[in-house]
């Protein structure tokens, strides 16, 4: 059941009749669970941790299918070549932590570790499928996709049939080619976003964040450790998650932690302000759904979505104003919204849902969000109602049609009213419509791992606006 935590109670669960089941364990649609549960015998960690070995190349060739490496780049019209002469612009030197001096090794070595938190680039076992798999034209919401996948510091837009029409691309070692710490296995974005002119944004989990052009030339880098969301503002500013992993004696004398913020970096990637996650919590009445522990070894809250509100809430309260940030915190099944202004929570939901991604609000009102349910083996898209946390909408799978990603996943509302899905761990994108039927399915064509064996994990799949139709891609 779920239930507001701040200007609202508990709420009906009509995403599901009375006495309906969930749907059963994903391995028992098709033995994935088997290979899951390979992996995790050996001992390799899936949301967090070091990859079971050597990743895909950071360059394969642009615009294919196979992620092959050894590859030549692929020479079609309006797909750019890997390298594109010199890094333009501005950018920043990699900022370490600057208050090892006075640690143990011990505690360095701590902080090396949870600077080194993030997602491997693949953990599932690949199948034939790749590419688009299903497709029911007349009910599917158009406009060309952004891709980004886990094989490798890549991002494709692909066209409704899933063929690729432009590339983005800058591995992170051609950033930083001297950037200290145990990243080997960090290759590729966590996020992006794409403007209207071609430019793009990425973000390398907890490492740093990048602008390029659309010819993939570097217009600014920060090394400000940015992860798992962003938001760019009008103003050429962007708000981002970030991390700073150190020792907070009133957290723990001595054990670091990993220590989340809302930060705005300027339009050359330069850090403006920063509002920290543990802080805008303490002395709220919030702190209660925080047991004070050190959450995943030392991960307090493993904040992971980030939305700017645009006011379309604000009749339902002050909390809900134009510029206060909703944010997820996947260790405390909480969303919650942080005040510009005080620095502070001042609203927050807890409900059926668990280790969830990406709450976002819709143009009703509504909060949509991906409920991870990793204890149940069966992912959720939810559609909530702020005030009183009633589940308007659900969509879960079936034996039939099984749907779960342990770690990640997105949902996007589309302006038909279908909602487009990143099922991440297996690598998987779906438009669903409100009736549950699936009328599009994407799989990645990109493999990981030494051995290609792992399908890649999609990162995010998102559907652009229909009229998007820049000139450069008529290049």
Known sequence: M?????????????????????????GLGGGRAAVLLLVLALAVPIACGDAPADPTPDDPAPGTTDGAAGQEPDEREGVPEYWVGPPGGRWHEPRTNTA????????????????????????????????????????????????????????????????????????FRKAWPDYPGRHKHLSFW??????????????YEGLGILEVDVDSNLLWKSAVRAHHDMEPMPDGTVWVLTREAHVVPRVH??????????????????????????????????????????????????TNSLEVLDGRLAHLGPEFAEGNFLV???????????????????WAMTGDFNKQHDPHVLDDG???????????????????????????????????????????????????????????DYGRAFEVTRDGR????????????????????????????????PAWLDR
């Open 190 to 203: 966590r996020r992006t976003h794409l403007f209207d002119d071609g430019r793009l944004l990425a973000i």
């Open 328 to 346: 997820s915190m996947l260790l405390l099944d909480l969303i919650g919204i942080v005040d510009a202004q005080s620095r502070k929570f001042v």
């Open 100 to 171: 090892l001096e006075d640690l143990t090794e011990e505690q360095r070595e701590r902080i090396a570790d949870l600077e080194a938190l993030g997602y491997l680039d693949g953990v599932h076992e690949a199948g034939d499928a790749r590419g688009l798999t299903r497709s029911v034209p007349e009910l599917v919401q158009p406009g060309l996709n952004l891709l980004t996948s886990a094989h490798a510091a890549t991002a494709l837009l692909l066209d409704e049939r899933g063929e690729p029409l432009h590339t983005w691309r800058f591995p």
């Open 253 to 302: 004398p001595n054990r670091p932690i990993l220590e989340d913020a809302i930060s705005l970096l300027g339009s050359g990637g330069e850090e403006l302000d920063r509002i920290s996650i543990l802080e805008a919590l303490e002395g709220t009445p919030f702190r209660e759904h925080w047991d004070g522990g050190l959450g995943a070894n030392g991960d307090l809250f493993h």
């Open 2 to 26: 779920a239930g507001a935590t701040h200007g609202g109670g508990s709420g009906a669960d009509p995403g599901r009749a009375a006495g309906e089941e969930r749907a059963l364990p994903r």
């Open 366 to 424: 509504s909060i949509l969000l991906f409920d991870n349910n990793p204890a149940g083996e069966a992912s959720r898209i939810v559609e909530l109602d702020p005030r009183t946390g009633e589940e308007r909408w659900t969509y879960e799978g079936n034996p039939v049609e099984p749907f779960y990603s342990q770690t990640c996943g997105l949902a996007q509302r589309l302006p038909n009213g279908n909602t487009l899905v990143t099922e991440s």
């Open 438 to 469: 699936i009328v599009w399915e994407f799989v990645n064509p990109f493999r990981a791992g030494d051995e290609e064996q792992f399908i890649a994990t999609m990162m995010e799949m998102r559907r652009l606006p229909e009229d998007f139709a």
